[in-house]
Structure formats: structure tokens, C-alpha cells
């Protein structure tokens, strides 16, 4: 199984970006799909966590900004990210957190 993220790039403050995470081969379903990141020289943090139900968790200064979802018609998990914010300057990463397997990492730069 592997994971292929894509989506970040270089946005201004108060903008939006949408990053997915696409799973391929022997993937039947994503169960969970976590999301983190890593700023040099720490440690890499969870962000956000979707569900095959729809359950969902955020970090507390993501939540009300950042969405998490999960089609697996299509084997994809999407973080959308709006109001962004300089600090959320990060190498982004997905996990399958059924199969303990990480995307390659998005770098998203908010800046101010």
C-alpha cells in the first residue's frame, strides 16, 4: 500500500488550500486517515483524524478551519485547510492509520 499526497503549495494568510492523500494497491478501504505536520527541528504533530463513519478529531487551533474527509469510492482522504495562518507553515503528511502507512509529505508556506 502506498499513499501519494498532493495539494500544498504557497498561499497568503486568510487563504485556502485543499490537500488530498490518494491510496493505492491492496487498499480494499480506508478505515482511518490521520493527518500531521513537521516544522524543522520538531516533532511531527497530529492535526487531524477522519474515519470511515465520519467521525473526526482536530487539534485545537485547527478546528473551525480545517476539514477532514474521506471518499473511498475513490481511495482518497482531503484535508481542506481555510483561514490560514503562517503557522500552519508545514510539511503536511497523511497516514493510513489502519496499516501504519505515511504519504511522501505536501510542504503548504501561509504566508503573512
Known amino acids: 500500500v502506498q499513499l501519494q499526497a498532493s495539494g500544498g503549495g504557497l498561499v497568503q494568510a486568510g487563504g485556502s488550500l485543499r490537500l488530498s492523500c490518494v491510496a493505492s494497491g491492496d487498499v480494499d478501504i480506508i478505515e482511518s486517515m490521520g493527518w500531521y505536520r513537521q516544522t524543522p527541528g520538531k516533532q511531527r504533530e497530529l492535526v487531524a483524524v477522519?474515519?470511515?463513519?465520519?467521525?473526526?478529531n482536530y487539534k485545537d487551533d485547527v478546528k473551525g478551519r480545517f476539514t477532514a474527509s474521506l471518499d473511498n469510492a475513490k481511495k482518497t482522504g482531503y484535508l481542506q485547510m481555510n483561514n490560514l495562518k503562517p503557522e500552519d507553515t508545514a510539511v503536511y503528511y497523511c497516514?493510513?492509520?489502519?496499516?501504519?502507512?505515511w504519504g511522501q509529505g505536501t510542504q503548504v508556506t501561509v504566508s503573512s
Open positions: 497516514r493510513d492509520n489502519r496499516r501504519f502507512v
Open positions: 477522519i474515519t470511515k463513519y465520519g467521525s473526526s
